[in-house]
């Protein structure tokens, strides 16, 4: 927005002041997206119109001093698996998409109520089952830091958005890393909530994993949406109340570069360790322990095929044809999984889920990567033919935290020979989640991230 990515922090103090309106931060906002996104394909449903007259209303607001919140007349974009009132909703598929939803879905009310403009749905790979994104909807879409590489998935089209300040933040889910696999491949902070601090409606399968979340370029911004987000609906079932109380300043920073078992692209380790020198000399204090959690890697691919056939099994022989090969392959050996191994998973999510949690008792936080590799090449689904969930061998670091559903932040803190965004993942009890924002903030800071995608600086 302007000619420079503006925070929602500096868009709020601007109203204020009279220096900008949100009616002209969205009419360029409009020229930058028909700029950019061609070249990414972010969006799967845009509303010019509709965003516009919005950003109208909330300009007459501040101009009269009855702003909404702090976020009134924040652009602010939402991934294709939530429902908008009369946008249409695809979850990146065909099958049984809606033309024209008729309700919010409760996040989206509750952004609705605050004031933001919504102005675009964001681009998702199938029903979000893979950390890549592309769908016979939309196509491709590409990473702007390199055209020819992913942007990570499933809220692929949120965090290309964010990377190239089309928006001030994208609302997005995480059911393995959805947030913080393409936060990281693109270069923005992704925030996965602990489990069921946003309100989540409808339900699907996985639910046990899913989180809403968001994406931004600036911490404090997300920390403005929290009390906005974390508000009770009565649609939704499952729902954490955040304390207002304030956090306590942390002391004990823990990092373990592998989870003990991890292998590293040589250079994200090299990144990594280099990032965990740059903290200590601003003052952090920090110690290399790895939590001893085990073998979870194949208790969450079972979850994951499972909920999976959940899915296939509900359509009919026809719409199973339109399903990607990846998910199809993915819900078959859902179908062969026995209830002893499923119930065997469950139990060792809960395991970990207490390991980690005593973990925290002597940690405030722990600090490893968010993804062991750069992005990876378009076209492919993941980078491990051999993978089993799509979502497990090559992202470890985050699914961990879907698992135990602890609060998760990716924030960018390099970049690789290649040009390629590299993110560092920071992660804490539950409901801790003030707390890891403000450490977030204080990282992001130190690790002084500023570059911005190939795309916006043509060499």
Known sequence: MTKQILSGQALTLAYKEGS??????????????????????????????????????????????????????????????????????????????????????????????????????????????????????????????????????????????????????????????????????????????????????????????????????????????????????????????????????????????????????????????????????????LEEKTPPVGDYLSAFAHIWQAGSYGSYADLSVAEQRQLDPGFVRIAKLGEQMSLLEYLQAELTTFSVSAAMQAFFSDYDALLTPTVPIPAFDIGLDSPNAQSTSALDNWTPFTCLFNMTGQPSITVPCGLTSQGLPVGLQISGAKLSDRLLLALSQRIAVALQFNALPPLLNPV
């Open 20 to 285: 900008l309106t949100p009616l002209q931060v969205c009419t360029q906002l409009w020229q930058r997206l028909k700029q950019y996104n061609p070249a990414v394909n972010a969006f799967s449903y845009l509303a010019e119109e509709e965003s516009l007259a919005m950003a109208q209303a909330s300009s007459v607001r501040w101009q009269q001093g009855k702003a909404l919140s702090p976020i009134d007349g924040w652009p602010i974009s939402i991934k294709d698996s939530f429902s908008v009132r009369g946008w249409p909703m695809h979850c990146g598929t065909t099958i049984r998409a809606e033309a024209s939803s008729s309700e919010d879905a409760p996040v989206v009310q509750h952004l609705r109520q605050a004031g933001a403009v919504l102005f675009a749905k964001t681009t998702m790979p199938q029903w979000g089952w893979k950390g890549a994104t592309d769908s016979v909807v939309t196509g491709i879409t590409r990473n702007p830091w390199n055209l020819n590489k992913t942007c990570g998935g499933s809220s692929g089209g949120a965090a290309v958005a964010i990377a190239l300040g089309l928006g001030v933040a994208a609302i997005g889910t995480d059911g393995g890393g959805s947030i913080r696999i393409p936060g990281a491949f693109c270069g923005v902070i992704g925030y996965k909530p602990t489990h069921d601090l946003f309100p989540r409606y409808p339900l699907y399968n996985l639910a046990q994993l899913v989180d809403v979340g968001v994406l931004a370029l600036d911490v404090a911004d997300i920390e403005t949406l929290l009390p906005i987000l974390n508000q009770e609906d009565r649609r939704a079932v499952n729902y954490v109340p955040l304390s207002k109380v304030k956090c306590k300043e942390l002391q004990r920073l823990a990092y373990s570069s592998d989870l003990g078992f991890a292998q590293l692209d040589p250079e994200v380790a090299a990144i990594f360790e280099r990032s965990i020198a740059v903290l200590r000399q601003h003052g952090f204090a």
